[in-house]
T-cell receptor, first 111, second 115 residues
Framework: TQLLEQSPQFLSIQEGENLTVYCNSSSVFSSLQWYRQEPGEGPVLLVTVVTGGEVKKLKRLTFQFGDARKDSSLHITAAQPGDTGLYLCAGLTSGTYKYIFGTGTRLKVLA | SQTIHQWPATLVQPVGSPLSLECTVEGTSNPNLYWYRQAAGRGLQLLFYSVGIGQISSEVPQNLSASRPQDRQFILSSKKLLLSDSGFYLC??????????????FGPGTRLTVL
């Protein structure tokens, strides 16, 4: 069974601090996606990384795909209260149409 | 542009009653369609996915079923709901094919409470 473990599970920080969320697996994925979800809403896609070692930046968010395409990280610089939410990673299983979701990281940024 | 709709938004049903949740996608053709369930504040559990009309793959054995009667319509059903069926149900679509750059987009979700 493929699993994607996210860490930390919960994170509460002050506005302006930096943070990193990790997404790890023993399986190789064709691609990996990061989402942010607000309570009561569907997840919203932030980024897709495909190539091993790929780094993508979205304003204050930096996403990295591991060289072996088994893990990924999300780094937020100078966090703001608007970054509060549930962050989910999802890996596209090689050769299939199935996405495996991580366990989620709940982030709270205090003003 | 593509949009995805789900209804109803919320549903409260008694144990043993039937269920029908509907999902439709606009602005694309031959999408891959997915049903997920999410426990409070947790990750998503894949229930069913479909790569074409009438083609359903089940990921979790349970009392739920799915159907795809039209290209852009995906339905989640149950004949008799259990308490454990409560949760947040999400429908998603991605472009047809297995390309790694396929991205998955979600609907607004249905909050189901079984009493």
């Amino acid at each position: 069974t493929q699993l994607l473990e996210q860490s930390p599970q919960f994170l509460s920080i002050q506005e302006g601090e930096n943070l990193t969320v990790y997404c790890n697996s023993s399986s190789v994925f064709s691609s990996l996606q990061w989402y942010r979800q607000e309570p009561g809403e569907g997840p919203v896609l932030l980024v897709t990384v495909v190539t091993g070692g790929e780094v993508k930046k979205l304003k204050r968010l930096t996403f990295q795909f591991g060289d072996a395409r088994k893990d990924s990280s999300l780094h937020i610089t100078a966090a703001q209260p608007g970054d509060t939410g549930l962050y989910l990673c999802a890996g596209l299983t090689s050769g299939t149409y199935k996405y495996i979701f991580g366990t989620g990281t709940r982030l709270k940024v205090l003003a | 542009s593509q949009t995805i709709h789900q209804w109803p938004a919320t549903l409260v049903q008694p144990v043993g009653s039937p269920l029908s949740l509907e999902c439709t996608v606009e602005g694309t053709s031959n999408p891959n369609l997915y049903w997920y369930r999410q426990a409070a504040g947790r990750g998503l559990q894949l229930l069913f996915y479909s790569v074409g009309i009438g083609q359903i793959s089940s990921e979790v054995p349970q009392n739920l079923s799915a159907s795809r009667p039209q290209d852009r319509q995906f339905i989640l059903s149950s004949k008799k709901l259990l308490l454990s069926d409560s949760g947040f149900y999400l429908c998603a679509w991605s472009s047809g094919g297995r390309f790694a750059y396929n991205e998955q987009f979600f609907g607004p979700g249905t909050r189901l409470t079984v009493l």
